[in-house]
């Protein structure tokens, strides 16, 4: 990953859910079957090079299943 996570993540929204996930059917294959959602929300995250900034991240989540394919967005600061 290029990235970790190191605060909370907060003002999380979704973004879509059920049939309105794009890549329901590819993340039913990868990581089984679920109410899959794509979420969004902010965080301070540590680079590769270890800068600290803060940044919108989008990932995928289902209950039973947890968190999937955080994406780093676009930076806030």
Known sequence: MEFEVISEITEIESIARGTGV????R???LYG?????????QARIRLRS?????AELHWY???GI?????KRK???D
């Open 27 to 29: 993340l039913n294959r």
């Open 33 to 41: 079957r679920g109410r899959w959602r794509k979420l969004k929300g």
């Open 61 to 63: 989540e289902a209950h």
């Open 22 to 25: 794009r890549n329901r059917a």
């Open 50 to 54: 270890g800068r600290v900034r803060k």
């Open 74 to 76: 676009h930076y806030l």
């Open 66 to 70: 947890g968190r999937r394919e955080l």
